[in-house]
């Protein structure tokens, strides 16, 4: 039997339509066509105008940062030879809203509102009763989450009279994204480019360098640092923490250089939370409100991005059994098997101490593909977050998390960044949960990347070739 149904305007079924509606033609007797919504996509005037600083709402203020040498609390004054005045005041802010200025908010529309898709194909093929729906942050210029903090960290560099900036990336997103951003403002980048991605991503240097940016691989001899860490291991990999050792050398040693941090910080998570904003407003569109919000970690912005608004929602009564997850590689397990403890957020132990889970400072993690998740701490932030109980973690081996990726391309078409491809096994394994248990759970995760630059990782897990480190 036929019916004809007219409803409102969605761009996905089949047209006939009259005005701004649409007829489905669904036949019962052969089984209905879809009749879900795949896409989401907000209204830019809906873009949001203010972060959200989770710290006003978590009862208590997180421990402090500590200046390394007197063990003291650290004043705004310690971080001042690496940030510039802006950035400090909204790493310190405990203010609930900060205002988005209109400049950056001009950049970010280049890009955003990001889309919100339901990975309907990907339900099918598990078979799950679960909704699963996943913010997409691969649509920047760069392919990640991570220029939605290399924006504002430049534009404020820029009205400081900064000329240039330093900064680490692991897997390149964030380099890139810095490259972009200085671009924009005219400012100069530096980025120390961990060595085994600098190896494995080639096209993300082409990336950095196409908009301006300076490139090299860390351990590299520009430094006092790296030449110390090369004389020791001249083959050493690198890892985040040397790459940022490196940065915060050349900052401090060049004139009219500040450093920009891609993750961990405050403020940089405080960036992030754009994604979580946009992406509240497009569930409510869905009719949908998730259970559990998932997001890979590295230093812990994007999953802060996308949790920390909806944890408001949890710290005010308005969602208590909502859950937030974070997902780790196992040869990386910060949240997992790290210790909740005071440590440096750098090798070379420049930093201040940060009161965070860490693997210690030394730790130098396999060479994974996931090259933005070998950090040995968490941001300060995220940590107090899990040590309150508010968030939970769970870690997943490199091949798991690409067979994931692959049966998440195969259904839903986006390529995932190995990154991301740790929220969405973590997702797979919630609805599959959700199907042995009839449970119609929602979940979200974020879908922090696009993995076209990391075609190498494939081919090498395609070819039976990838090793859990
Ligand atoms: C695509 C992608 N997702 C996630 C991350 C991890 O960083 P964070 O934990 O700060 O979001 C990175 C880091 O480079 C990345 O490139």
């Not at 208590?60 to 005045?85: K, M, V």
């Not at 990336?207 to 050493?236: H, I």
């Not at 969405?424 to 394994?429: E, F, G, H, P």
Request: hydrophobic residues 40%.
């Amino acid at each position: 039997m036929l019916y004809l149904y007219l409803i409102p305007c969605p761009k996905w079924a089949l047209r006939g339509s009259v005005l701004q509606s649409t007829f489905v033609i669904v036949d019962f007797a052969k089984g209905a066509l879809s009749m879900e919504q795949h896409q989401f996509l907000l209204d830019p005037k809906l873009l949001p105008r203010k972060w959200y600083n989770i710290a006003a709402d978590l009862g208590e203020a997180p421990p402090p940062p500590l200046n390394a040498q007197t063990r003291q609390p650290a004043d705004p004054g310690d971080l001042s030879p690496i940030f510039c005045d802006r950035i400090i005041e909204q790493e310190v802010s405990s203010e609930r809203w900060i205002d988005i200025p209109e400049e950056v908010l001009d950049a970010l529309a280049m890009w955003r509102p990001t889309p919100l898709y339901r990975a309907t194909r990907l339900e099918r093929a598990l078979g799950t009763p679960a909704k699963i729906f996943y913010k997409y942050e691969g649509t920047s210029p760069a392919g990640s989450h991570k220029p939605n903090t290399a924006v504002p960290q430049a534009y404020y560099n820029k009205i400081s009279g900064i000329k240039r900036l330093a900064t680490e990336t692991g897997a390149g997103q964030w380099g890139s994204s810095l490259s972009l951003a200085c671009e924009m403002f005219g400012l100069e980048c530096m980025v120390y480019m961990v060595k085994c991605s600098y190896t494995q991503k080639p096209y993300r240097r082409s990336m950095m360098q196409a908009w301006g940016g300076t490139v090299c691989a860390s351990p590299s001899e520009r430094t006092e640092y790296g030449r110390k860490v090369l004389a020791e291991d001249p083959n050493c990999p690198g890892s985040l923490g040397i790459a940022i050792s490196e940065a915060i050398e050349d900052t401090v040693t060049t004139p009219n250089t500040k450093y920009s941090l891609g993750s961990v910080a405050n403020h940089v998570l405080l960036h992030q939370t754009i994604i979580g904003q946009e992406a509240k407003l497009q569930m409510e569109q869905a009719g949908a409100y998730p259970d559990v919000v998932i997001g890979c970690v590295g230093g812990g912005s994007n999953f802060a991005g996308i949790a920390f608004p909806f944890l408001q929602d949890k710290l005010s009564g308005k969602a208590e059994c909502l859950r937030a997850l974070a997902v780790e590689p196992a040869s990386c397990p910060t949240l997992t098997k790290g210790e909740y403890t005071y440590d440096f957020g750098d090798t070379a132990q420049m930093t201040p101490l940060f009161m965070m889970y860490s693997l210690g400072s030394q730790f130098v993690p396999p060479s994974i593909h996931a090259g933005g998740l070998r950090y040995h701490g968490m941001a300060p932030l995220v940590s107090f977050a899990h040590h309150m109980g508010l968030t939970e973690a769970v870690a997943y081996t490199q091949t798991s998390i690409f067979s994931a990726a692959i049966q998440f391309a195969r259904t839903e078409g986006i390529i995932p960044a190995p990154e991301s491809s740790h929220a969405i096994r973590a997702a797979i394994d919630e609805a599959l949960k959700a199907k042995e248990t009839g449970e119609s759970k929602t979940i979200l995760f974020n879908l922090s990347g696009h993995g076209n630059f990391d075609m190498a990782a494939y081919d090498a897990y395609l070819a039976g070739e990838l090793i859990d480190g």
